[in-house]
């Protein structure tokens, strides 16, 4: 039933927003930032879960012995594009779309980077093969 809760929030916080920056300016600045403590609450309230299924996967990986390397280049990679995300999400709600995709195509380059000896592990895999 968090969920629940998580969604009524959400739309408290709407709600008050709206009503909050329609007024003047000086309530458009409070409205931000009540939008912004908004995402914050929320992003505090998924860590929370996302330190279970991280050590979930860890756990999974120790059972299937897989490389720890390999594990971490993973994680990362999926930290990147979360991050990546919300910070892309985070610019477009406050109209900045340009910085929020650029925020985007650095976490793919990022991304690529932290990959890359996977990739090349991959390649000489198959190569041996050849």
């Known amino acids: 039933m968090e969920i629940l809760r998580l969604v009524s929030f959400g739309i408290i916080a709407v ?26 609450i929320f992003m505090i309230f998924i860590l929370q879960y996302l330190g279970n299924v991280l050590g979930l996967v860890q756990e999974l990986a120790h059972k299937v012995q897989m490389d720890n390397t390999y594990l971490n280049i993973i994680l990362k990679i999926i930290g990147i594009a979360y991050i990546a995300e919300f910070g892309y999400q985070l610019c477009k709600d406050a109209g900045e779309e340009a910085i929020g995709s650029k925020i985007q195509f650095a976490g793919k380059v990022m991304i690529f980077a932290i990959s890359s000896p996977v990739i090349l592990a991959l390649v000489a895999l198959i190569t041996e093969l050849l």
Do not use: H, N, P
Request: aromatic share 8%; no cysteine.
């Open 15 to 40: 709600i008050l927003i709206i009503t909050i920056g329609k007024y003047s300016d000086q309530t458009a600045v409070f409205a931000m930032i009540l939008r912004i403590a908004t995402v914050v």
